[in-house]
């Protein structure tokens, strides 16, 4: 089921196998991935506010598209000073977002991937929301990398120490 936790998870493992070849994936940049992974779910904010009386649904609703998530993720990307590199990073974030949401079984029929293209509905129906196997998958291949990768780290410390000497 892909929740916060397998968004969070899925964008730190696939940013930490980038960062083995590329330092531009360095912990900060993971952190704007991750937050990039968690925008289409900004439109859960409904869910708060019907609790107290506001039905914001035809509002925030947009976010939880592609369309509407890569709208938020460059007004976000306004506040920082490399605006068109926060901007890639969110975006990669939202494409992990959509690429798990892609793989649920949807009651409603589908996501629009396409739109405002194509009212196509989208779903590969892998999973249902209710299973939590692609959560325990994410989180075991996370704990992989994150083993694999502190072995990484220790051998290019080794290297750099013998460098000095």
Not at 123 to 135: A, F
Request: net charge neutral; glycine share 8%; charged share 15%.
């Amino acid at each position: 089921m892909p929740d916060w936790i397998t968004h969070i998870v899925v964008a730190w493992t696939l940013c930490r196998i980038l960062s083995f070849k590329f330092k531009e994936f360095n912990s900060a940049n993971t952190m704007i991935v991750i937050a990039g992974a968690l925008i289409p779910d900004l439109a859960k904010v409904v869910l708060g506010l019907k609790l107290i009386g506001i039905d914001a649904f035809e509002y925030l609703a947009p976010i939880h598209l592609p369309t509407g998530s890569f709208i938020i993720a460059g007004i976000i990307s306004l506040f920082f000073p490399e605006k068109k590199k926060t901007f890639l990073f969110l975006g990669l974030g939202v494409l992990t977002h959509y690429s798990l949401d892609l793989i649920l079984e949807h009651v409603s029929g589908g996501i629009y991937l396409f739109y405002p293209f194509s009212w196509w509905q989208w779903q590969l129906e892998i999973t249902n929301s209710s299973d939590y196997l692609i959560t325990t998958l994410a989180l075991c291949i996370a704990g992989l990398v994150y083993l694999i990768g502190r072995e990484v780290d220790k051998n290019s410390e080794g290297h750099m120490n013998k460098n000095k000497n």
